[in-house]
């Protein structure tokens, strides 16, 4: 089994990052909006729109394949420290 390159594994705990920033700006977003509410009324439509407009599922389902995919990216990692236990073994 070929292994992947340490920094290519790098590269792509970075490439997580952006989804993670795209999530942390929709919530203050919405943070931003709960504080401009001056009802009830107002803030049942930001409810409504974060159903309806599948922005929790967009969210739920991004951080599920966000921690799907660090999960995978820490595995090959600790694969490099198997590897390199293995070779300090056998020096």
Do not use: W
């Amino acid at each position: 089994m070929q292994m992947k390159k340490l920094n290519e594994i790098a590269y792509e705990v970075v490439d997580l990052q952006a989804p993670m920033k795209v999530i942390v700006n929709y919530l203050d977003c919405i943070k931003f909006q709960t504080t401009k509410a001056k009802n009830s009324e107002d803030v049942a439509l930001i409810f409504h729109s974060l159903v309806n407009n599948r922005g929790l599922d967009n969210v739920i389902g991004t951080l599920e394949m966000l921690s799907d995919r660090a999960e995978e990216l820490s595995e090959l990692i600790l694969d490099y420290s198997d590897v390199e236990g293995t070779a300090d073994e056998q020096a």
